[in-house]
């Protein structure tokens, strides 16, 4: 069985103040998706990453897939408000349709 | 064009009766996908189907459950005898093909169990 273990499970900051979420796996994923997901609306994707390395910016946010492809973060620079939300990693995996979601972070950034 | 829906969007049935919980995905997508969701926690899978064939259904809880997509479209969850502790959040995701492409999801039944 394949986890996901994300952390921190919250976080709590100040507007304008930095972050890193943190995804890890024992297992080997063949790809990471980033989701986030607002109260009472389902997830929607950030970013995928497919390459052991590789590193994706979305502008203030940085996603970064490890080189053994078992984890991965997300850094999110100059937090505002708006990033409020829930923010799930998944991994696919040997069977190609299935994802692995993390527990998720919930991120509360005030103002 | 429309996203993917789900009906109901909120069920509440009582203990031992069966439950069918029914996905519409985006139009042309190939693959979807049934979750449960707990509040505050990342969706669970419970299996996935790509047009009418099921491809895994390792994640479903029991025989209980079941679902199907009969004509590649539109799928159906169904629960029987259901039971308290399945109230949760079930979510529809659909995608343009099975692999690393974006899974779209749908607002969700919630499901309560008296």
């Known amino acids: 069985t394949q986890l996901l273990e994300q952390s921190p499970q919250f976080l709590s900051i100040q507007e304008g103040e930095n972050l890193t979420v943190y995804c890890n796996s024992s297992s080997v994923f063949s790809s990471l998706q980033w989701y986030r997901q607002e109260p009472g609306e389902g997830p929607v994707l950030l970013v995928t990453v497919v390459t052991g390395g590789e590193v994706k910016k979305l502008k203030r946010l940085t996603f970064q897939f490890g080189d053994a492809r078992k984890d991965s973060s997300l850094h999110i620079t100059a937090a505002q408000p708006g990033d409020t939300g829930l923010y799930l990693c998944a991994g696919g995996g040997t069977s190609y349709g299935k994802l692995t979601f993390g527990q998720g972070t919930i991120l509360t950034v005030h103002p | 064009g429309a996203g993917v829906s789900q009906s109901p969007r909120y069920k509440v049935t009582k203990r031992g009766q069966d439950v069918a919980l029914r996905c519409d995905p985006i139009?042309?997508?190939?693959?979807l996908y049934w979750y449960r969701q707990a509040l505050g926690q990342g969706p669970e899978f419970l299996t996935y189907?790509?047009?009418?064939?099921?491809?895994?259904k390792s994640g479903l809880p029991n025989d209980r459950f079941s679902a199907e997509r009969p004509e590649g479209s539109i799928s159906t969850l169904t629960i029987q005898r259901t039971e308290q502790r399945d109230s949760a959040m079930y979510r529809c995701?659909?995608?343009?093909?099975?692999?690393?492409?974006?899974?779209?999801f749908g607002p969700g039944t919630r499901l309560t169990v008296t």
């Open positions: 189907f790509n047009y009418e064939a099921q491809q895994d």
């Open positions: 995701a659909s995608s343009l093909l099975g692999g690393p492409y974006e899974q779209y």
């Open positions: 139009s042309g997508h190939v693959s």
